[in-house]
């Protein structure tokens, strides 16, 4: 059974950082391109970055572009999103997501608010 | 950045009862359309993908159809469990990008 399970949301301060984690089980996870997808309180999805298999190409929403970094360690089996300079308007649910094609499996979640 | 616009932005139908929601993108995505199911608090589910693929584990009363710039999701006969927030997504282009919704409620 495919699981993905983030970890590391919080309560920070704006221009603080976060470091997220989303631990994979029940796949081959070094074989499948990787997303993180945020939801704001009551809004739509947004796709942040995303990660190719061996963690050689990475993508930006030009909206965290030089705020975050996406890496991954397949020995692992886990997905890293590094947050620096935080704004209120990260603030949202992040979850991670594994691709084929479409967003096909996603974890459950967790909450980063961004507040004095 | 490629925009999808989903309409209606709410669309109130009742049980057994037939559900059509569509989606635009401002390009052309070809086939690259995928749509999700999101109930509250709970993580979106992938429900098609390529425009009209069912993903794994979806029941048959889900369809979906279009190409290009025009798509539609069906629900041919209405579930309890199917009202919820639908989001359509285009993977055609970097940064994929969703529509904003459409809450199916009960009338």
């Known amino acids: 059974e495919v699981q993905l399970v983030e970890s590391g949301g919080g309560l920070v301060q704006p221009g603080g950082s976060l470091r997220l984690s989303c631990e994979a089980s029940g796949f081959t996870f070094s074989r499948y391109w990787m997303y993180w997808v945020r939801q704001a309180p009551g809004k739509g999805l947004v796709c942040v970055s995303r990660?190719?298999?061996?963690?050689?190409?990475?993508t930006y929403a030009d909206s965290v572009k030089d705020r975050f970094t996406i890496s991954r360690d397949n020995a692992k089996n886990t997905l890293y999103l590094q947050m620096n300079s935080l704004r209120a308007e990260d603030t949202a649910v992040y979850y991670c997501?594994?691709?084929?094609?479409?967003?096909?499996?996603w974890g459950q979640g967790t909450l980063v608010t961004v507040s004095p | 950045e490629m925009v999808m616009t989903q309409s209606p932005g709410t669309l109130s139908v009742s049980p057994g009862e037939r559900a059509t929601l569509s989606c635009r993108a401002s390009q052309s995505v070809s086939s690259n359309l995928a749509w999700y199911q999101q109930k509250p608090g709970q993580a979106p589910r992938l429900l098609i993908y390529?425009?009209?693929t069912r993903a794994t584990g979806i029941p048959a009363r889900f369809s979906g159809s279009g190409s290009g710039t025009e798509f539609t999701l069906t629900i041919s006969s209405l579930q309890s469990e199917d009202f919820a927030v639908y989001f359509c997504?285009?993977?055609?282009?970097?940064?994929?990008?969703f529509g904003q919704g459409t809450k199916v409620e009960i009338k």
């Open positions: 990660i190719n298999g061996d963690g050689s190409v990475t």
């Open positions: 997504q285009q993977y055609n282009t970097w940064p994929r990008t």
């Open positions: 390529g425009a009209s």
């Open positions: 997501a594994r691709d084929n094609y479409a967003l096909e499996y």
